[in-house]
Nanobody, 126 residues
Framework: QVQLVESGGGLVQAGGSLRLSCAASGRTFSEYAMGWFRQAPGKEREFVAVINRSGGNKYYADSVKGRFTISRDNAKNTVYLQMSSLKPEDTAVYSC???????????????????WGQGTQVTVSS
């Protein structure tokens, strides 16, 4: 079992930056690939970024590539999402998730992630 708690969301102006954190419980955090997904009002949840268990493999959605960076600190059981050059279309609830079945090559499909946080709201004003 893994419990995930996100933090760091908020209101920011377009062009600004935010850093999201996701703290995980349990001693097996390093066995999981981790992902960030987001869901805007009226839209389906979408993949943002994923990272494998060691931090060596990372994948990004085209819409955030070059602006967002995913990282993890296994000693602190935490995964981060550094978001820069934010746009109004980045407004969404951001959730982190854990997947034990694809630890080396992380999946971008949300249905493989079986542990989810409660989400944190990110609002980007124009």
């Amino acid at each position: 079992q893994v419990q995930l708690v996100e933090s760091g969301g908020g209101l920011v102006q377009a062009g600004g930056s935010l850093r999201l954190s996701c703290a995980a419980s349990g001693r097996t955090f390093s066995e999981y690939a981790m992902g960030w997904f987001r869901q805007a009002p009226g839209k389906e949840r979408e993949f943002v970024a994923v990272i494998n268990r060691s931090g060596g493999n990372k994948y990004y959605a085209d819409s955030v590539k070059g602006r967002f960076t995913i990282s993890r600190d296994n000693a602190k059981n935490t995964v981060y999402l550094q978001m820069s050059s934010l746009k109004p279309e980045d407004t969404a609830v951001y959730s982190c998730a854990a997947d034990r079945t694809h630890p080396v090559v992380p999946s971008t499909k949300d249905y493989y992630y079986n542990y989810w946080g409660q989400g944190t709201q990110v609002t980007v004003s124009s």
